[in-house]
């Protein structure tokens, strides 16, 4: 049992990057070849009949979807993505975007995850383009996650590269494979999970009003 902890603001962030450093997709052939031997590996545990044309090149299939598709945020820095524009108009309202699907995978079963996420900042001296909250989310969704690492390093990527008064970033509607078509078997259960940071921590008022945006 972990111990309780009074503050949690005073644990530090919740998701530091202690693990995550070492998982890269290098997409050199190496790791492709690494790759696609563990899928043929998988299936070759099944006994399943190679002479089977459906599989001939499956290994080789999956190996490329992960690497361009499923873990692809490995290959990819928020930093080469996005474009910061000064906020030259002092604009202070609430910006947001919503219903942005997103696909991950969990860490725990490798079963795929899939729901909406809703990005919303307080600017202060910059903006950034719309387009640029997805991609922030697609950079961290696609890894082996958990729903709430992809929350927490999507609202402290932003903060560090925009330096806003505070972003909210809310995932929802998210259906886990490995809690619908196995194990617990709820088949129609969602999670949401919310992360705050700056204003939105302090401001239960802002969070209501986003929340009831999502909701609209
Ligand atoms: N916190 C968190 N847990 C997750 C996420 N995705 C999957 N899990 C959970 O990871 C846990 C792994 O628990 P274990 O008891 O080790 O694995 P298990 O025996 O397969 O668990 P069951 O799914 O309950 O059958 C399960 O409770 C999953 O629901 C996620 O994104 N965040
Ligand atoms: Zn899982």
Known sequence: MLEPIDKIDEYGPSF???????????GDPEQYAKVEKAVH?????????????????TP???????MEYWANGYAREAEDEV?????SSGSEDLVMVKDMKFYSMCSHHLAPFTGYGAIAYMADENLLGLSKLG???????????????????????????????GVMVVLYDVEHLCMSSR??????????????????????????????????
Do not use: C
């Open 83 to 87: 474009t910061v524009f000064p906020n």
């Open 183 to 216: 194990g617990v078997k709820l088949h129609e259960a969602s999670t949401t999970t919310v992360a705050t940071r700056g204003i939105f921590k302090e401001d239960a008022q802002l969070r209501a009003e986003v929340m009831s945006l999502i909701n609209k």
């Open 41 to 57: 590996d998988l299936l070759d545990a099944f006994n399943v009949n190679w002479e089977d044309p459906n599989y001939t090149d």
């Open 135 to 165: 991609r922030i989310l697609d950079i961290y969704a696609r890894r082996f996650q958990l729903q709430e690492r992809i929350g927490a390093q999507t609202a402290d990527k932003i903060m560090q590269l925009l330096r806003p008064k």
């Open 16 to 26: 530091i990057d202690a693990f995550e450093p070492t998982e890269k997709v290098t």
């Open 60 to 66: 080789k299939r999956v190996a490329k979807a992960y």
